[in-house]
């Protein structure tokens, strides 16, 4: 009776091990203790062949128990909408292994809420675009060599990645004509990336983004500009900072201004370290006029400039093809 308990407490060990616990019925244990009937004394037989029995039941359940427990984890349901772990039994936000925003993107966001907290509407750019967005609806005359300073890519049929944003100025403005007749103004950015064909070295690459600002109505002025491009560079660096700004030609603008600011202190800028931020003036009139707006009427401003420059200032990233480089350890920086 002793062994009888031996081999129980044994088998059980054994089933609740085993992946195949089924198998463990089998035992040549067992097998033993049905053999050993036969040459026990027959007034013994009645109450070892009912002990053999309970222990068979008991063994049967048991491995009843451990399939039921294994089939359970088989259709264990898993959410596929759950934004947290919760699958893998761990309970938190996904870890940087399941992905995580890209810091350009999350810079874009900013630069966006900054803009449409101070009554910009976003519009996104796009990916491809003509010669009539690129070049001539921005008074780039034809022939003019003013279109060799933007090396850009063209497809077979003639169409173009945008080389800048500023491409989206005349559809802005088509758009918001009837607005600026309603309320008096038109006041949209338009962001999104550019493409240019040029040597690729630590501060320029093929892709990258801009974020473009228009804006229009009976009175807009310079001064109205420059507020509102160093409120913009104020919030985004979360500091007061020096401005300057240096005549540029622009075909579409007229004057045309390149603004600096002073690179901050705090980002390892020395006084008098100026950091050229992007080009702006005053619309051409023909500008205006190639979106059927009156230019006697309204007058307005427009800027665009690169979103990766502003991030590579503000985490001081020396290189800007790590943006498009895919390199995980510089994306798990910003996690
Ligand atoms: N599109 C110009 C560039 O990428 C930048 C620019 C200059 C945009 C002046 C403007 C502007 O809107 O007024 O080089």
């Known amino acids: 009776m002793q062994n009888i308990e031996d081999v129980k407490n044994n088998l059980l060990s054994q089933i609740a091990a085993s992946d195949f616990p089924r198998e463990i019925l089998k035992s040549s244990e067992l097998k033993k203790l049905y053999g050993a009937i036969s040459s026990m004394p027959v007034e013994q037989r009645g109450i070892y062949g009912k002990s053999i029995n309970d222990l068979k039941i008991v063994l049967e359940s048991a491995v009843l128990t451990k399939e039921t427990e294994a089939e359970d984890l088989s259709v264990e349901q898993i959410d596929i909408t759950a934004p947290f772990d919760v699958n893998g039994g761990k309970i938190g936000l996904l870890s940087a292994e399941n992905g995580s925003s890209h810091p350009l993107t999350t810079e874009l966001e900013n630069v966006i809420n900054i803009f449409t907290r101070m009554g910009f509407e976003a519009i996104e750019s796009r990916q491809i675009d003509d010669d009539n967005h690129m070049f001539g609806t921005l008074n780039f005359p034809d022939n003019h060599p003013a279109r060799d300073g933007y090396d850009t890519f063209r497809t077979e049929e003639g169409f173009i990645p945008p080389a800048h944003t500023s491409t989206m100025q005349n559809r802005i403005l088509k758009a918001g004509k009837a ?157």
């Open 179 to 335: 607005k600026l007749e309603a309320d008096g103004q038109i006041a949209a950015v338009s962001y999104g990336r550019v493409f240019r064909n040029e040597d690729i070295d630590a501060t320029h690459e093929h892709t990258f983004y801009q974020c473009e600002g228009v804006f229009v109505s009976s009175d807009a002025t310079l001064g109205q500009m420059l507020g509102t491009l160093r409120s913009f560079f104020e919030v985004y660096y979360g500091q007061k900072l020096k401005i300057k700004t240096q005549p540029a030609y622009f075909p579409f603008v007229e004057p045309g201004l390149e603004f600096a600011i002073e690179k901050p202190v705090a980002l390892g800028g020395k006084p008098g370290e100026w950091l050229e931020m992007l080009g702006c003036g005053m619309i051409h009139p023909n500008v205006l006029r190639s979106a059927g707006i009156d230019p006697e009427k309204y007058r307005g401003f427009a800027w665009g400039g690169g979103i990766d420059r502003l991030v590579m200032l503000k985490y001081g990233i020396e290189d800007i093809r790590h943006f498009e480089s895919g390199k995980l350890a510089f994306l798990r920086k910003f996690v």
